[in-house]
């Protein structure tokens, strides 16, 4: 696809990072956990103290998808790194390198911004994604397990 633009959002396209991330609440099978509303999104995204950045991809006038990422640290590189939290692509509109040029932008900006890594989880049932990621030269970390605590779980530890 030849014209493929990434752009950095604005708060102005809040309402369309809402809808885009229906859509990837929708195709990972989570829509029972999306709480996010357009006021939360300006809030956190766009507000005194952002808590990530978002960047659309276009194809043509349409928002074909979008990344969200924020950065963490490694003690051990001495450095941020780039997490990206999530990358989705329409469906009809999949596999003519959207995806693939909005990862590209991410490395480029992690490269700029000198952080030591760039990474990412991926739900185990989703072969498509992993292949792709593996192709990219990204290596799963076998030997990690994710953690989290949420809901009441949080509330009652806390």
């Known amino acids: ?53 978002v960047w659309l991809a276009f194809t043509g006038e349409e928002c074909a998808g979008f990344a969200l990422f924020f950065t963490n640290y490694s003690t051990f590189l001495g450095k941020p790194g780039l997490y990206l939290e999530d990358v989705f692509v329409k469906p009809h509109l999949r596999r003519k390198g959207i995806g693939l040029e909005l990862l590209k932008k991410l490395a480029a900006i992690a490269r700029e911004r000198d952080y030591g890594r760039m990474e990412w989880s991926v739900l185990d049932w989703n072969e498509p994604a992993i292949s792709f990621y593996k192709k990219l030269g990204a290596v799963p970390l076998d030997d990690w397990k994710l953690f989290r605590l949420t809901g009441e779980a949080l509330k009652k530890f806390a």
């Open 1 to 53: 696809m030849a014209d493929i633009r990434i752009v950095p959002a604005t708060e102005r396209d809040v309402p369309r990072i809402l809808e885009l991330i229906r859509g990837l609440a929708e195709y990972e099978r989570l829509l029972h956990v999306f709480e996010a509303t357009e006021d939360r999104l300006r809030r956190t995204l766009f507000g005194d103290r952002p808590s990530a950045e």
